[in-house]
């Protein structure tokens, strides 16, 4: 996953899985010239949306094992990724790693929507758990706009 890996290559280049926010901007735009420093900021964000940060005080930590980040040879990461997903986006996301197919989860998500009369992101939980993935980091959040 791209965004993993632009977040985890500040803290794999430091050898640590903890970085003041300053070093990790400097690290994305200066040293790797991968993002301005805004864009860098909203890395951040998005990270910290999806999980994979956690802000300390002045410091970011990782919440993830950075040691298994690979950084392949040439690798940039796209503009896209400084976009929040929506929960439906992360649910079907999951879904599609645990190898299903797009098209097929999506007409079964939609179909127990209609069927099940509730929002998206519901139906999406209910399909993941009949594939049975765990989702249950996404289930407070859909609870939450029920």
């Known amino acids: 996953m791209s965004l993993r890996t632009a977040v985890g290559a500040p803290f794999v ?11 990790f901007v400097v690290a994305l735009s200066l040293d790797r010239d991968w ?22 005080d002045d ?5 993830f094992d950075v040691g298994t980040v690979t950084i392949p040879e040439g690798f940039t990461p796209e503009e896209s990724i400084l976009q ?3 929960t439906f986006e992360r649910i079907l996301d999951a879904v599609v790693e645990a190898g299903a197919d797009k098209r097929e989860a999506v007409a079964a998500i939609n179909g127990l929507q ?3 009369g509730v929002t998206l992101e519901t139906a999406a939980v209910v399909y993941a758990r ?6 249950d980091d996404h289930v407070e959040r859909v609870r ?3």
């Open 84 to 86: 929040q997903r929506t």
């Open 144 to 146: 939450g706009d029920l």
């Open 13 to 23: 280049q430091a050898g640590t899985d903890r970085l003041g926010r300053s070093d």
């Open 35 to 56: 993002f301005s420093p805004d864009q860098a900021k909203r890395l951040i964000d998005v990270a910290a949306s999806e999980g994979l940060l956690e802000p300390d």
């Open 114 to 116: 209609s069927d099940l």
């Open 130 to 135: 009949r594939q049975g993935l765990s989702v």
């Open 59 to 63: 410091e970011l930590v990782a919440t």
